[in-house]
């Protein structure tokens, strides 16, 4: 087996097996919003809201629909122009949270894809740290996903907002 390397997209082919041949998207973005607070017994999209690094500018990080790419991307959305399987990471730290039932997900098109962590009960020093891993496969011209939190405290909320406890991190694993 070899592996061919370009100095700018990676690795381009793999004699053998199948090919990466396009450097993808990816992308980080934490929270540095002032403050969020998530509602009670609502899904909450999650501000993310502080670069990192985004590769391809595929990351809405406003608070608003906008065109990136000739795609449109709702707020605090990745919307990929690429199609292909991308692997997805997030983690939120909610602050004040006491016997708290608490979820993390990722979304696809406005639609639950997969819910990582489910806390019940849960109480570190007044804080819950929650995760979601997930691949998932967009289609390049119009799929997007966000990160979204459902708590059942009975009263909000707030979310750290320190992008180094509250951040969603993607890249391309594998194209279409």
Known sequence: MSIVLDGTNGITSVTGSASLTTAGPA????????SQTLTSGSVNTIVLDAKDFDTAGCFNNTGSTVTLNGLSVPAYCFTPNVAGYYQINGTLRLS?????????????NNSLWKRGIDLVGINTGGQQSLVVNTIIYMNGTGDYLNMVCQQSNGSSQ?????????????CLIRSA
Not at 27 to 34: P, R
Not at 158 to 170: E, H, R
């Open 158 to 170: 707030s979310v750290s907002n320190n992008s180094a406890l509250t951040w969603l991190q993607g």
């Open 96 to 108: 004040g949270a006491a016997t708290v039932e608490t979820w993390l997900g990722i979304y696809k």
């Open 27 to 34: 992308f980080s973005y934490g929270q540095n919003a002032s």
